[in-house]
Protein backbone atom coordinates (compact mmCIF):
# COMPACT_ATOMS: atom_id res chain seq x y z
CA UNK A 1 0.00 0.00 0.00
CA UNK A 2 1.44 3.21 -0.74
CA UNK A 3 1.85 6.43 0.89
CA UNK A 4 -1.05 8.67 -0.38
CA UNK A 5 -3.84 5.10 -0.18
CA UNK A 6 -2.80 4.30 3.75
CA UNK A 7 -3.64 8.41 4.33
CA UNK A 8 -6.76 7.70 2.26
CA UNK A 9 -7.42 4.64 4.46
CA UNK A 10 -6.69 6.30 7.82
CA UNK A 11 -9.05 9.46 6.59
CA UNK A 12 -11.52 6.56 5.73
CA UNK A 13 -11.55 5.01 9.36
CA UNK A 14 -11.44 8.11 11.52
CA UNK A 15 -14.30 9.37 9.01
CA UNK A 16 -16.61 6.48 9.73
CA UNK A 17 -15.70 6.26 13.29
CA UNK A 18 -16.30 9.78 13.63
CA UNK A 19 -19.80 9.40 12.42
CA UNK A 20 -21.06 6.58 14.07
CA UNK A 21 -20.03 8.07 17.07
CA UNK A 22 -21.44 11.35 16.81
CA UNK A 23 -25.10 9.24 15.40
CA UNK A 24 -24.91 7.19 18.04
CA UNK A 25 -24.09 9.74 20.48
CA UNK A 26 -27.27 12.21 18.92
CA UNK A 27 -29.43 9.29 19.54
CA UNK A 28 -28.77 8.47 23.16
CA UNK A 29 -29.00 12.88 23.58
CA UNK A 30 -32.16 12.39 22.51
CA UNK A 31 -33.53 9.45 24.02
CA UNK A 32 -32.32 10.94 27.15
CA UNK A 33 -33.87 14.18 27.01
CA UNK A 34 -37.82 13.01 25.35
CA UNK A 35 -37.84 9.19 26.27
CA UNK A 36 -40.56 7.08 23.99
CA UNK A 37 -43.76 6.67 25.72
CA UNK A 38 -45.09 3.51 26.41
CA UNK A 39 -48.82 4.02 25.29
CA UNK A 40 -47.66 4.86 21.64
CA UNK A 41 -45.33 1.65 20.94
CA UNK A 42 -48.63 -0.22 19.63
CA UNK A 43 -48.84 2.59 16.97
CA UNK A 44 -45.13 2.47 16.68
CA UNK A 45 -45.01 -1.17 15.70
CA UNK A 46 -47.46 -0.26 12.77
CA UNK A 47 -44.75 2.59 11.32
CA UNK A 48 -42.07 0.54 12.15
CA UNK A 49 -43.59 -2.48 9.88
CA UNK A 50 -44.37 -0.08 7.22
CA UNK A 51 -40.94 1.50 7.15
CA UNK A 52 -38.79 -2.15 6.90
CA UNK A 53 -41.69 -2.91 3.87
CA UNK A 54 -40.82 0.46 2.59
CA UNK A 55 -36.71 -0.23 2.48
CA UNK A 56 -36.92 -3.72 0.89
CA UNK A 57 -39.36 -5.25 -1.33
CA UNK A 58 -41.73 -2.91 -1.84
CA UNK A 59 -39.29 0.06 -1.84
CA UNK A 60 -37.35 -1.47 -4.41
CA UNK A 61 -36.05 0.68 -7.18
CA UNK A 62 -37.71 1.81 -9.77
CA UNK A 63 -36.95 1.74 -13.78
CA UNK A 64 -37.55 5.06 -13.43
CA UNK A 65 -35.10 5.83 -10.27
CA UNK A 66 -36.20 6.25 -6.83
CA UNK A 67 -38.01 4.17 -4.74
CA UNK A 68 -42.42 3.43 -4.95
CA UNK A 69 -42.75 5.21 -1.56
CA UNK A 70 -39.32 6.24 0.34
CA UNK A 71 -38.92 5.23 3.51
CA UNK A 72 -38.47 8.86 4.21
CA UNK A 73 -41.94 9.83 3.97
CA UNK A 74 -42.95 6.99 7.08
CA UNK A 75 -39.91 9.11 8.80
CA UNK A 76 -41.19 12.51 8.71
CA UNK A 77 -44.83 11.30 9.56
CA UNK A 78 -42.66 9.79 12.59
CA UNK A 79 -40.86 12.73 13.06
CA UNK A 80 -44.47 15.13 13.37
CA UNK A 81 -46.43 12.82 14.98
CA UNK A 82 -44.23 11.21 17.88
CA UNK A 83 -41.01 13.65 17.99
CA UNK A 84 -36.89 13.58 16.82
CA UNK A 85 -36.08 10.82 19.23
CA UNK A 86 -38.76 8.26 17.97
CA UNK A 87 -37.91 8.90 14.38
CA UNK A 88 -33.86 8.75 14.92
CA UNK A 89 -34.48 5.57 16.76
CA UNK A 90 -36.56 4.10 14.22
CA UNK A 91 -34.39 4.82 11.36
CA UNK A 92 -31.15 3.27 13.45
CA UNK A 93 -32.88 0.13 14.66
CA UNK A 94 -35.05 -0.23 11.19
CA UNK A 95 -31.29 -0.03 9.12
CA UNK A 96 -29.62 -2.13 11.72
CA UNK A 97 -31.80 -5.08 11.32
CA UNK A 98 -32.18 -4.89 7.32
CA UNK A 99 -28.29 -4.50 7.21
CA UNK A 100 -27.88 -7.48 9.46
CA UNK A 101 -30.97 -9.64 8.82
CA UNK A 102 -30.76 -9.64 5.10
CA UNK A 103 -28.21 -11.55 2.85
CA UNK A 104 -25.15 -10.25 1.41
CA UNK A 105 -25.16 -7.01 3.66
CA UNK A 106 -21.91 -6.42 5.36
CA UNK A 107 -22.29 -5.47 9.31
CA UNK A 108 -19.51 -2.63 8.82
CA UNK A 109 -22.01 -0.64 6.62
CA UNK A 110 -24.95 -1.47 8.79
CA UNK A 111 -23.39 0.17 11.49
CA UNK A 112 -22.58 2.77 9.69
CA UNK A 113 -26.18 3.32 8.11
CA UNK A 114 -27.75 3.11 11.63
CA UNK A 115 -25.66 6.05 12.97
CA UNK A 116 -26.10 7.92 9.22
CA UNK A 117 -29.90 7.49 9.19
CA UNK A 118 -30.37 7.59 12.85
CA UNK A 119 -28.22 11.09 12.50
CA UNK A 120 -30.04 12.49 9.64
CA UNK A 121 -33.70 11.78 11.32
CA UNK A 122 -33.01 13.33 14.01
CA UNK A 123 -31.13 16.65 12.88
CA UNK A 124 -34.44 16.64 10.92
CA UNK A 125 -36.66 16.49 13.98
CA UNK A 126 -34.45 19.41 15.89
CA UNK A 127 -35.23 21.49 13.04
CA UNK A 128 -39.07 19.94 12.91
CA UNK A 129 -39.44 20.68 16.26
CA UNK A 130 -37.68 24.01 16.28
CA UNK A 131 -39.85 25.62 13.67
CA UNK A 132 -43.26 26.87 13.86
CA UNK A 133 -46.42 25.55 13.20
CA UNK A 134 -44.72 22.16 13.95
CA UNK A 135 -48.47 21.64 16.12
CA UNK A 136 -50.57 23.23 13.60
CA UNK A 137 -52.08 19.60 12.17
CA UNK A 138 -55.58 21.45 12.00
CA UNK A 139 -53.65 23.85 8.96
CA UNK A 140 -51.97 23.43 6.22
CA UNK A 141 -49.11 25.18 7.91
CA UNK A 142 -47.41 22.49 9.26
CA UNK A 143 -46.07 21.30 5.87
CA UNK A 144 -43.89 24.24 6.42
CA UNK A 145 -41.40 22.92 8.99
CA UNK A 146 -42.23 19.25 7.20
CA UNK A 147 -40.64 20.39 4.34
CA UNK A 148 -37.55 22.00 6.21
CA UNK A 149 -37.11 18.65 7.96
CA UNK A 150 -37.19 16.38 4.75
CA UNK A 151 -34.56 18.96 3.39
CA UNK A 152 -32.25 18.60 6.09
CA UNK A 153 -32.84 14.64 6.00
CA UNK A 154 -31.68 15.09 2.53
CA UNK A 155 -28.62 16.94 3.38
CA UNK A 156 -27.53 15.04 6.25
CA UNK A 157 -27.77 11.79 4.52
CA UNK A 158 -25.99 12.68 1.45
CA UNK A 159 -23.28 14.48 2.58
CA UNK A 160 -22.52 11.99 4.84
CA UNK A 161 -23.47 9.31 2.41
CA UNK A 162 -21.67 10.78 -0.34
CA UNK A 163 -18.08 12.12 2.35
CA UNK A 164 -17.21 8.17 3.03
CA UNK A 165 -17.96 6.42 -0.33
CA UNK A 166 -15.61 9.39 -1.67
CA UNK A 167 -13.00 8.02 0.91
CA UNK A 168 -13.70 4.42 0.56
CA UNK A 169 -13.52 4.08 -2.97
CA UNK A 170 -10.70 7.16 -3.83
CA UNK A 171 -13.37 9.20 -5.60
CA UNK A 172 -13.95 13.18 -5.64
CA UNK A 173 -16.56 14.10 -3.53
CA UNK A 174 -18.56 15.82 -5.94
CA UNK A 175 -17.65 12.79 -8.85
CA UNK A 176 -19.79 10.74 -6.29
CA UNK A 177 -22.25 13.48 -6.43
CA UNK A 178 -23.11 13.71 -10.28
CA UNK A 179 -23.22 10.21 -10.64
CA UNK A 180 -26.29 10.15 -8.39
CA UNK A 181 -27.97 13.63 -9.39
CA UNK A 182 -30.68 13.00 -11.75
CA UNK A 183 -34.00 14.70 -12.49
CA UNK A 184 -35.62 11.37 -11.34
CA UNK A 185 -34.82 12.55 -7.56
CA UNK A 186 -37.38 15.38 -7.80
CA UNK A 187 -39.69 11.94 -7.23
CA UNK A 188 -38.78 12.58 -3.66
CA UNK A 189 -40.70 15.29 -3.58
CA UNK A 190 -43.74 13.26 -3.43
CA UNK A 191 -42.28 12.10 0.34
CA UNK A 192 -43.60 15.32 1.51
CA UNK A 193 -47.36 14.99 0.69
CA UNK A 194 -47.42 11.55 1.27
CA UNK A 195 -46.29 12.41 4.93
CA UNK A 196 -48.67 15.50 5.08
CA UNK A 197 -51.91 12.91 4.36
CA UNK A 198 -50.15 9.79 6.92
CA UNK A 199 -50.22 12.43 8.94
CA UNK A 200 -53.71 13.90 8.93
CA UNK A 201 -55.26 10.09 8.47
CA UNK A 202 -53.36 9.12 11.70
CA UNK A 203 -54.60 12.06 13.60
CA UNK A 204 -58.14 11.46 12.32
CA UNK A 205 -58.37 7.35 12.48
CA UNK A 206 -55.45 5.98 14.34
CA UNK A 207 -52.06 3.29 13.20
CA UNK A 208 -54.64 1.06 10.89
CA UNK A 209 -54.67 3.98 8.06
CA UNK A 210 -51.27 2.97 7.13
CA UNK A 211 -52.57 -0.22 5.70
CA UNK A 212 -54.90 1.90 3.30
CA UNK A 213 -51.40 3.82 2.11
CA UNK A 214 -50.04 0.15 1.77
CA UNK A 215 -52.69 -0.49 -0.85
CA UNK A 216 -51.51 2.77 -2.68
CA UNK A 217 -47.89 2.02 -2.82
CA UNK A 218 -48.89 -1.64 -4.55
CA UNK A 219 -50.73 0.10 -7.21
CA UNK A 220 -47.87 2.20 -7.76
CA UNK A 221 -45.75 -0.90 -7.69
CA UNK A 222 -47.81 -2.76 -9.99
CA UNK A 223 -47.76 -0.09 -12.77
CA UNK A 224 -44.09 0.59 -12.18
CA UNK A 225 -43.24 -3.15 -12.75
CA UNK A 226 -45.21 -2.93 -16.70
CA UNK A 227 -43.30 -0.42 -17.13
CA UNK A 228 -39.95 -1.65 -16.51
CA UNK A 229 -41.34 -5.03 -18.53
CA UNK A 230 -42.11 -3.16 -21.32
CA UNK A 231 -38.97 -1.54 -21.51
CA UNK A 232 -36.90 -4.42 -21.12
CA UNK A 233 -38.56 -6.28 -23.85
CA UNK A 234 -37.99 -3.23 -26.11
CA UNK A 235 -34.24 -3.26 -25.45
CA UNK A 236 -34.03 -6.99 -25.20
CA UNK A 237 -35.34 -6.93 -28.93
CA UNK A 238 -32.61 -4.42 -29.69
CA UNK A 239 -29.67 -6.11 -28.26
CA UNK A 240 -30.66 -9.70 -30.12
CA UNK A 241 -30.69 -7.36 -33.34
CA UNK A 242 -27.55 -6.50 -32.32
CA UNK A 243 -26.03 -9.81 -31.73
CA UNK A 244 -27.92 -10.78 -34.86
CA UNK A 245 -25.93 -8.40 -36.83
CA UNK A 246 -22.48 -9.55 -35.24
CA UNK A 247 -23.37 -13.67 -35.03
CA UNK A 248 -22.27 -13.86 -38.73
CA UNK A 249 -19.56 -12.10 -39.03
CA UNK A 250 -16.64 -13.25 -36.96
CA UNK A 251 -14.46 -10.34 -36.83
CA UNK A 252 -17.11 -8.20 -34.87
CA UNK A 253 -18.26 -11.01 -32.84
CA UNK A 254 -19.19 -9.42 -29.22
CA UNK A 255 -17.73 -6.28 -30.28
CA UNK A 256 -20.81 -3.86 -29.28
CA UNK A 257 -21.05 -5.33 -26.35
CA UNK A 258 -17.32 -4.65 -25.21
CA UNK A 259 -17.89 -1.35 -26.32
CA UNK A 260 -20.52 -1.18 -24.02
CA UNK A 261 -18.65 -2.30 -21.45
CA UNK A 262 -15.74 -0.15 -21.61
CA UNK A 263 -17.83 3.00 -21.67
CA UNK A 264 -19.73 2.58 -18.92
CA UNK A 265 -16.51 1.56 -17.10
CA UNK A 266 -14.67 5.06 -18.05
CA UNK A 267 -18.11 7.40 -18.05
CA UNK A 268 -18.31 5.74 -14.63
CA UNK A 269 -14.77 7.16 -13.72
CA UNK A 270 -15.40 10.35 -15.20
CA UNK A 271 -18.72 11.35 -12.84
CA UNK A 272 -21.44 10.21 -15.16
CA UNK A 273 -24.77 10.10 -13.54
CA UNK A 274 -26.84 7.08 -13.48
CA UNK A 275 -28.77 8.17 -16.33
CA UNK A 276 -26.05 8.60 -18.46
CA UNK A 277 -24.54 5.55 -18.04
CA UNK A 278 -27.28 3.88 -19.15
CA UNK A 279 -27.96 5.62 -21.64
CA UNK A 280 -24.05 5.42 -22.92
CA UNK A 281 -24.49 1.52 -22.50
CA UNK A 282 -27.13 1.10 -24.83
CA UNK A 283 -25.43 3.74 -27.44
CA UNK A 284 -22.29 1.41 -26.85
CA UNK A 285 -24.60 -1.64 -27.88
CA UNK A 286 -26.20 -0.19 -30.51
CA UNK A 287 -23.93 1.86 -32.19
CA UNK A 288 -23.19 -0.06 -35.00
CA UNK A 289 -26.53 -1.14 -35.64
CA UNK A 290 -26.70 0.81 -38.97
CA UNK A 291 -24.31 -1.72 -40.47
CA UNK A 292 -27.23 -4.10 -40.94
CA UNK A 293 -27.99 -1.89 -44.12
CA UNK A 294 -24.78 -2.75 -45.14
CA UNK A 295 -23.48 -5.95 -47.32
CA UNK A 296 -21.33 -8.12 -45.55
CA UNK A 297 -18.32 -8.14 -48.45
CA UNK A 298 -17.93 -4.38 -47.73
CA UNK A 299 -17.54 -4.81 -43.98
CA UNK A 300 -15.45 -8.07 -44.10
CA UNK A 301 -13.60 -7.26 -47.09
CA UNK A 302 -9.78 -7.96 -46.42
CA UNK A 303 -7.96 -5.13 -48.32
CA UNK A 304 -8.24 -1.63 -48.63
CA UNK A 305 -11.77 -0.13 -49.14
CA UNK A 306 -12.13 1.85 -52.14
CA UNK A 307 -13.43 5.49 -51.63
CA UNK A 308 -16.74 4.48 -52.89
CA UNK A 309 -16.68 1.59 -50.34
CA UNK A 310 -15.59 3.72 -47.64
CA UNK A 311 -18.06 6.13 -48.07
CA UNK A 312 -20.99 3.56 -48.01
CA UNK A 313 -19.65 2.26 -44.57
CA UNK A 314 -19.54 5.66 -43.33
CA UNK A 315 -23.60 5.60 -44.05
CA UNK A 316 -24.04 2.58 -41.06
CA UNK A 317 -23.98 5.78 -38.18
CA UNK A 318 -26.65 8.04 -39.52
CA UNK A 319 -28.63 4.99 -41.15
CA UNK A 320 -27.78 3.39 -37.20
CA UNK A 321 -29.35 7.01 -35.93
CA UNK A 322 -32.53 7.34 -38.01
CA UNK A 323 -33.13 3.61 -36.85
CA UNK A 324 -32.79 3.91 -33.04
CA UNK A 325 -34.63 7.47 -33.19
CA UNK A 326 -38.01 5.87 -33.99
CA UNK A 327 -37.75 3.65 -31.11
CA UNK A 328 -39.14 6.01 -28.36
CA UNK A 329 -37.22 4.14 -25.29
CA UNK A 330 -34.24 4.54 -27.21
CA UNK A 331 -34.46 7.70 -28.70
CA UNK A 332 -31.84 9.11 -26.05
CA UNK A 333 -29.42 7.33 -27.83
CA UNK A 334 -29.62 8.46 -30.86
CA UNK A 335 -27.05 11.29 -30.78
CA UNK A 336 -24.29 9.04 -29.47
CA UNK A 337 -25.03 6.34 -32.29
CA UNK A 338 -24.89 9.42 -34.92
CA UNK A 339 -21.86 10.64 -33.97
CA UNK A 340 -19.75 7.82 -32.66
CA UNK A 341 -16.79 8.62 -35.13
CA UNK A 342 -16.62 12.33 -34.87
CA UNK A 343 -13.25 13.26 -33.88
CA UNK A 344 -12.00 15.98 -31.86
CA UNK A 345 -9.48 17.04 -34.93
CA UNK A 346 -13.18 17.82 -36.80
CA UNK A 347 -11.98 15.28 -39.90
CA UNK A 348 -14.68 12.94 -38.49
CA UNK A 349 -17.96 11.85 -39.52
CA UNK A 350 -20.86 12.11 -40.44
CA UNK A 351 -20.94 16.08 -39.46
CA UNK A 352 -17.02 16.46 -38.90
CA UNK A 353 -18.10 18.61 -35.76
CA UNK A 354 -15.27 19.89 -33.78
CA UNK A 355 -14.08 18.87 -30.31
CA UNK A 356 -16.28 21.60 -28.55
CA UNK A 357 -19.54 20.35 -30.35
CA UNK A 358 -18.85 16.39 -29.55
CA UNK A 359 -20.45 15.63 -26.63
CA UNK A 360 -18.90 13.25 -23.84
CA UNK A 361 -20.67 10.23 -24.26
CA UNK A 362 -19.54 10.29 -27.71
CA UNK A 363 -16.13 11.11 -27.33
CA UNK A 364 -15.99 8.07 -24.73
CA UNK A 365 -17.87 5.68 -27.38
CA UNK A 366 -14.89 6.70 -29.88
CA UNK A 367 -12.57 5.69 -27.94
CA UNK A 368 -13.61 2.24 -26.90
CA UNK A 369 -14.81 1.53 -30.29
CA UNK A 370 -10.83 1.98 -31.94
CA UNK A 371 -9.73 0.45 -28.67
CA UNK A 372 -11.97 -2.60 -28.93
CA UNK A 373 -11.11 -3.02 -32.91
CA UNK A 374 -7.72 -2.50 -32.41
CA UNK A 375 -7.26 -5.50 -29.48
CA UNK A 376 -9.47 -8.07 -31.90
CA UNK A 377 -8.39 -9.58 -34.77
CA UNK A 378 -9.50 -8.47 -37.98
CA UNK A 379 -9.06 -9.86 -41.69
CA UNK A 380 -6.28 -7.74 -42.56
CA UNK A 381 -4.53 -7.62 -38.90
CA UNK A 382 -3.75 -9.49 -35.68
CA UNK A 383 -4.99 -8.23 -32.36
CA UNK A 384 -2.65 -5.80 -31.08
CA UNK A 385 -1.97 -6.19 -27.30
CA UNK A 386 -3.62 -4.21 -24.60
CA UNK A 387 -0.72 -2.07 -24.26
CA UNK A 388 0.10 -1.63 -28.05
CA UNK A 389 -3.56 -0.36 -27.98
CA UNK A 390 -3.07 1.82 -25.07
CA UNK A 391 0.29 3.71 -27.06
CA UNK A 392 -1.76 4.22 -29.96
CA UNK A 393 -4.66 5.73 -27.98
CA UNK A 394 -1.74 7.91 -26.58
CA UNK A 395 -0.47 8.68 -29.83
CA UNK A 396 -3.48 9.76 -31.34
CA UNK A 397 -4.91 11.66 -28.63
CA UNK A 398 -6.26 15.17 -29.35
CA UNK A 399 -6.48 14.80 -33.06
CA UNK A 400 -8.34 11.17 -32.88
CA UNK A 401 -9.55 10.43 -29.63
CA UNK A 402 -10.22 13.11 -27.05
CA UNK A 403 -7.73 14.08 -24.66
CA UNK A 404 -9.37 13.57 -21.49
CA UNK A 405 -11.41 10.32 -22.06
CA UNK A 406 -7.48 8.78 -22.92
CA UNK A 407 -6.34 10.08 -19.95
CA UNK A 408 -9.00 8.20 -17.70
CA UNK A 409 -8.70 5.43 -19.45
CA UNK A 410 -4.84 5.20 -19.47
CA UNK A 411 -5.21 5.38 -15.35
CA UNK A 412 -7.96 2.79 -15.30
CA UNK A 413 -5.16 0.97 -17.50
CA UNK A 414 -2.75 1.47 -14.85
CA UNK A 415 -5.15 0.28 -12.27
CA UNK A 416 -5.04 -2.91 -14.47
CA UNK A 417 -8.22 -2.70 -15.12
CA UNK A 418 -8.55 -2.80 -18.73
CA UNK A 419 -6.58 -5.94 -18.95
CA UNK A 420 -8.89 -7.90 -16.84
CA UNK A 421 -11.87 -6.39 -18.30
CA UNK A 422 -10.12 -7.36 -21.81
CA UNK A 423 -9.80 -10.86 -20.54
CA UNK A 424 -13.07 -11.04 -18.85
CA UNK A 425 -15.50 -10.07 -21.91
CA UNK A 426 -13.65 -11.92 -24.41
CA UNK A 427 -16.32 -14.37 -25.62
CA UNK A 428 -18.88 -13.44 -22.91
CA UNK A 429 -21.39 -12.27 -24.95
CA UNK A 430 -25.06 -12.94 -23.67
CA UNK A 431 -27.70 -13.16 -26.25
CA UNK A 432 -29.75 -10.17 -24.90
CA UNK A 433 -27.08 -7.77 -22.76
CA UNK A 434 -29.33 -5.76 -20.07
CA UNK A 435 -29.27 -2.61 -18.85
CA UNK A 436 -26.06 -1.22 -16.12
CA UNK A 437 -27.66 -1.88 -13.26
CA UNK A 438 -27.95 1.16 -10.42
CA UNK A 439 -23.92 2.30 -9.51
CA UNK A 440 -23.37 4.13 -7.05
CA UNK A 441 -25.48 6.69 -4.54
CA UNK A 442 -28.44 5.14 -5.95
CA UNK A 443 -30.31 4.34 -2.77
CA UNK A 444 -29.71 6.58 0.50
CA UNK A 445 -27.83 3.80 2.38
CA UNK A 446 -23.99 2.71 2.05
CA UNK A 447 -24.04 -0.45 -0.40
CA UNK A 448 -21.94 -3.23 -1.12
FE1 LIG B 1 -19.04 2.47 -36.11
FE1 LIG C 1 -17.89 -0.09 -33.69
Not at 156 to 185: K, T
Not at 237 to 250: K, Y
Not at 277 to 300: F, R, S, V
Amino acid sequence: MNHQHRRQSIRFHISYWMIILVGYGLLFYLLQSKPIESHSLFSLSFFFAFLIIADTRLGESLATGGRVMSSKCIVLSVIALFGAPTAALMEAVSALVRGLLLPGKSPRKAIFNSAMLGTAAGAAGLVYESLPWSNAFDSPLFIAPLAAAIVVHSLVNHVLLGAIISLDEHMPFQRVYRRSISWARLRHLLDLPFAAMVVLLYQQAGAWTLVLFLFLVLALYQSDRLYQRNREAHINSIAALTTALEADEPYTHGHSYRVAKYAVRIGKAMGMSDRELETLEYGGLLHDIGKIAITNEIICKPGRLTDSEFEVIKSHSTIGADIVEQIKFLSETTELVRHHHERPDGRGYPHGLTVEEISLGCAILNVCDAFDAMTSDRPYRKALTVEQAMEELVRFQGTQFDDRVVAVMLQLYHQGEFDSMREMLDGAVPMAPLATPALGVQEKSYVS
